[in-house]
């Protein structure tokens, strides 16, 4: 079993920055790949972010490639999502997901641990 909670949500001007981090407990956090997710009113919910166990590999989506960075702290069993250059479309609620899997996984469905979520909205 391995818990996640989220934190840094907040209310960010286009333009802007938010740093979020998921804290994981529970079985060993570096067994396991990481994902962020995010899900807006209405919407499905979407792949934003993987890393990879060690940290070395990440992947991203266009929509937020070159703006969003994902990092991980695997002593402090922590992951990190950066959020640059924020677009109201960027609002969402983000989630971050522990997967088993070794090989980079964006279906929500491979992903095995969820964390309660946390509010992103960006305003114009």
């Known amino acids: 079993q391995v818990q996640l909670v989220e934190s840094g949500g907040g209310l960010v001007q286009a333009g802007g920055s938010l740093r979020l981090s998921c804290a994981a407990s529970g079985r060993t956090a570096s067994s396991y790949a990481m994902g962020w997710f995010r899900q807006a009113p209405g919407k499905e919910r979407e792949f934003v972010a993987w890393i990879s166990r060690s940290g070395y590999l990440t992947h991203y989506p266009d929509s937020v490639k070159g703006r969003f960075t994902i990092s991980r702290d695997n002593a402090k069993s922590t992951v990190y999502l950066q959020m640059n250059s924020l677009k109201p479309e960027d609002t969402a609620i983000y989630y971050c997901?522990?997967?088993?899997?070794?090989?980079?996984?964006?279906?929500?469905?491979?992903?095995?641990?969820w964390g309660q979520g946390t509010q992103v909205t960006v305003s114009s």
């Open positions: 997901a522990a997967t088993p899997r070794t090989i980079l996984v964006v279906r929500r469905s491979e992903y095995d641990y």
